[in-house]
Nanobody
Framework: VQLVESGGGLVQPGGSLRLSCAAS????????MSWARQAPGKGLEWVSG???????YYADSMKGRFTISRDNAKNTVYLQMNSLKPEDTAVYYC??????????????WGQGTQVTVSS
């Protein structure tokens, strides 16, 4: 299993970023996927999940600002982040599954991608 996140960077408050996660080594199209994040000195926080049928779910603080999507042909999951706030600063990870990630468990880790929101 390999998960490769990209798309992070430095952005001003109110700005946008689009994260990508290229997946391989498992049946992506039938797998639920999540994005989670870890801020400095804090624990893992589930951000959003998408099931194989395309249904999407978000943590309350991300609703209306973040959009998760997937492209099964490219084995890639995306996270469009708008109206970014300084408190969104974290390393963002994609992960397989939703329920386990919501519970704070990630079985396979990518390298993550750093998102920094600062003026």
């Amino acid at each position: 299993v390999q998960l490769v996140e990209s798309g992070g960077g430095l952005v001003q408050p109110g700005g946008s970023l689009r994260l990508s996660c290229a997946a391989s080594g498992f049946t992506f199209s039938s797998s639920a996927m999540s994005w989670a994040r870890q801020a400095p000195g804090k624990g893992l926080e589930w951000v959003s999940g998408i099931y194989s049928d395309g249904s999407t779910y978000y943590a309350d603080s991300m609703k209306g600002r973040f959009t998760i999507s997937r492209d099964n042909a490219k084995n890639t999951v995306y996270l469009q982040m708008n109206s970014l706030k300084p408190e969104d600063t974290a390393v963002y990870y994609c992960a397989i599954g939703v329920d386990t990630v919501v519970a704070g468990t990630i079985e396979y880790w990518g390298q993550g991608t750093q998102v920094t929101v600062s003026s």
